[in-house]
Structures are given as C-alpha cells and as structure tokens.
C-alpha cells in the first residue's frame, strides 16, 4: 500500500564508496523528485524527472546519478561518496499535470545516509 | 530570486494553546504555489495543503487553518487548540509555475507541544 517508498532506509558506509537508492512510487505519477536534507533539516531538490526526462538538475555533484528506468522507478547512485554526502534523501513523486507544475509532492519515507 | 522565509526556528507552546507559524515568500512570478509540509520526529513528510497564487481565500481543515496574503507576501499556518501530536517541523515551500515542478522550501519550524 505505500505510495512512495525507498530502499534501504539506513545507509551506513566509507568514503570513496559507491552506492545506490532506490525509489518506487503507485501511484500512477509521471513526475518523481530526490531531494537531499542536511542535518540542519534544510531540504533542497535535486533533480527532477518527468517521463523519465530529466526536467531539474540542480547543482549537484557529477558524482550524483539519476535513473529512471521507468516512470515508476527512480534511483539514485553516488559515486565515490563523500563525508558531506551524509543526509537523508528523500524522494517524491507528483501528478503530470503540466509537468508536475504546483502539484503536491508525496515524499517516501526517506533513506538516511551515514558516510564514514 | 525566489525565496520562503520561516523566521521562527522553534516555537514552544503548552497543549492547547493556538499557535501561529510564520511564512513569507518572495517572487516576482504572478503564477506560483505555496505548500506546507509536516516532518513528525518519525522523519517522513506529510503534505498539508496547497495553495495557488489567484486563490487568496483562507481555508480551514480541521484545527489547522491557513492565511494567505499576497499584499504581505505572507502564508501563515495556525493550529489551534494544540496537542502533543501536533509536535513536527513544519516546513513552508513555494513552486513557480515558470520552474516547472521545482519547490523550494523554508528552512523549517520546530514546533514543541508540551503537555
């Protein structure tokens, strides 16, 4: 019954590490979101799909990737991860309407990464 | 630029008490959205409301009621009669419609119900 949900929940790993987040949505959505959120609670986008189109990139790190194999689907790989990657991801997903423009987003639960 | 300005880091009230959470935005788009968002201390992020740019009526749900004005730039958020559950960070945020789907969101406001 979850309407977004992430996998895994809890990260924890070395610098120079690769890894992935995974991000599933139901709810029929067209446009999915990551954001990343710092220990301050300060949240901020990523990057945004729509139809599996990349539609927002912020400035974000090259060592960040998103893919969307399907617009259900939505992942996150980091390379050579970073003591500053350390946050809680969360990804969100919304109607496509007009490409997701003003419409509510519904965030999974989030994934907490610890980089050591 | 765009920007959403919680000025109120953290707000701590007895159970019961109203209270009133703060938010003011800065756009020069005419066609935008506001949102407010909760994170209870379990983390996840539950959506509260939406509001769009030509809809100025305040609304009611519940104990939570929300006042838009755009002559202040302003959104606020208030719950009344607060209870212990109430206890989140609440976070307002603001999308363009020139930005496609992009929000951007306040920094957040702690707020403590205490019992």
């Known amino acids: 019954d979850t309407a977004v949900s992430q996998t895994p929940k809890y990260l924890v790993t070395q610098m120079g590490n690769d890894k992935s987040i995974k991000c599933e949505q139901n709810?029929?959505?067209?446009?999915m979101y990551w954001y990343k959120q710092d220990s301050k609670k300060f949240l901020k986008i990523m990057f945004s799909?729509?139809?599996?189109?990349?539609?927002i990139n912020e400035t974000v790190p090259n060592r960040f990737s998103p893919k969307s194999p399907d617009k259900a689907h939505l992942n996150l790989h980091i390379n050579s991860l970073e003591l500053g990657d350390s946050a809680v991801y969360f990804c969100?997903?919304?109607?496509?309407?007009?490409?997701?423009?003003?419409?509510?987003?519904?965030f999974g639960p989030g994934t907490r990464l610890t980089v050591l | 630029a765009q920007k959403v300005t919680q000025a109120q880091t953290e707000i701590s009230v007895v159970e019961k008490e109203d209270v009133t959470l703060d938010c003011v935005y800065e756009t020069r788009d005419t066609t935008y959205y506001l949102f407010w968002y909760k994170q209870p201390p379990s983390g996840e992020l539950v959506f509260l409301i939406r509001?769009?740019?030509?809809?100025?009526q305040n609304e009611i749900s519940g104990r939570y009621s929300w006042n838009f004005q755009k002559s202040t730039s302003s959104f606020n958020f208030t719950i009344t009669a607060s209870q212990v559950v109430d206890s989140a960070v609440y976070f307002c945020?603001?999308?363009?419609?020139?930005?496609?789907?992009?929000?951007?969101f306040g920094s957040g406001t702690r707020l403590s119900i205490r019992p």
């Open positions: 709810l029929g959505h067209d446009t």
């Open positions: 799909y729509n139809n599996k189109e990349l539609i």
């Open positions: 945020a603001l999308s363009l419609y020139s930005s496609a789907s992009k929000i951007i």
């Open positions: 509001r769009n740019s030509f809809d100025e």
């Open positions: 969100a997903s919304s109607q496509d309407w007009d490409r997701g423009r003003g419409n509510e987003q519904f």
